[in-house]
């Protein structure tokens, strides 16, 4: 079992930057993939970045050039920047984890708001 916190959303004007950060209760070095996904009103939930144990990263083609994945072991964070944001960008954002059993976990999701 693991827990995961997100933190970070809010509301921002286009163009504007916000950075995401997922804790997990334990340890993330048995954790591959991680990452973060989104679901927008009405729409799916969708792979946003997505970042290996090996280093080995997937954007989401809406946001590649814009957002930034980040992982740091020692502080068991998943970050991700993103930048130069756009209304479609509105959305919830999940922090997501699978262990080497292959269970997924999620967090609770924290809302992003693209909006002038």
């Known amino acids: 079992q693991v827990q995961l916190v997100e933190s970070g959303g809010g509301l921002v004007q286009p163009g504007g930057s916000l950075r995401l950060s997922c804790r997990a209760s334990?340890?993330?070095?048995?954790?591959?993939?991680m990452g973060w996904y989104r679901q927008a009103p009405g729409k799916e939930r969708e792979s946003v970045a997505l970042?290996?144990?090996?280093?080995?990263?997937n954007y989401a083609d809406s946001v590649k050039g814009r957002f930034t994945i980040t992982r740091d072991g020692a502080k068991n964070t998943v970050d991700l920047q993103m930048n130069s944001l756009k209304p479609e960008d509105t959305a919830v954002y999940y922090c997501?984890?699978?262990?080497?059993?292959?269970?997924?976990?999620w967090g609770k999701g924290t809302l992003v708001t693209v909006s002038s």
């Open positions: 970042i290996t144990n090996g280093g080995t990263i």
């Open positions: 334990r340890s993330i070095s048995s954790f591959d993939p």
């Open positions: 997501y984890v699978r262990d080497r059993y292959f269970v997924a976990y």
